[in-house]
C-alpha cells in the first residue's frame, strides 16, 4: 500500500515563504509524476504544479514566478517552495502522485496541509 504524507503547511504573512514536503511511502512501485493541487474554501480543487520523473515541470499561471516544484527521487519527496506568498494562496494543498504498481497505474492523494496567508 503506496502512502503519501505531506508536511509544511502554517501561517505566514502575506510576502513570506513556505515549502511544502509531500514523501510516498510503500513497496514495489514507481512514480510518473507527482504534483500538487489546492482548494480553497468554496472553490474547486486545482493543479497548481506538476513535475515528471523526467523533470518536465508544468504551473498554473497564477503561481509561476513565485512556486518551484521539486523532487529527490531517492526520497520519493516532492517539495513545492512557494514565495512571495499572497493571501489569494490560501487553500488546504494536496499531494498527487500517479503511482505504478505492477502493470497498474493509480492516483494517490495526500492528506492536505492548510495554507493561510494573512494580508
Known amino acids: 500500500q503506496v502512502q503519501l504524507v505531506e508536511s509544511g503547511g502554517g501561517l505566514v504573512q502575506a510576502g513570506g515563504s513556505l515549502r511544502l514536503s509531500c514523501a510516498a511511502s510503500?513497496?514495489?512501485?514507481?512514480?510518473?509524476?507527482m504534483g500538487w493541487f489546492r482548494q480553497a474554501p468554496g472553490k474547486q480543487r486545482e493543479l497548481v504544479a506538476i513535475i515528471t520523473s523526467g523533470g518536465l515541470t508544468n504551473y498554473v499561471d497564477s503561481v509561476k514566478g513565485r512556486f518551484t516544484i521539486s523532487t529527490d527521487n531517492a526520497k520519493n519527496t516532492v517539495y513545492l517552495q512557494m514565495n512571495s506568498l499572497k493571501p489569494e494562496d490560501t487553500a488546504v494543498y494536496y499531494c498527487?502522485?500517479?503511482?505504478?504498481?505492477?502493470?497498474?497505474?493509480?492516483?494517490?492523494w495526500g492528506q492536505g496541509t492548510l495554507v493561510t496567508v494573512s494580508s
Open positions: 498527487n502522485a500517479q503511482i505504478v504498481v505492477g502493470t497498474i497505474t493509480l492516483s494517490k
Open positions: 510503500g513497496s514495489r512501485f514507481s512514480i510518473n509524476a
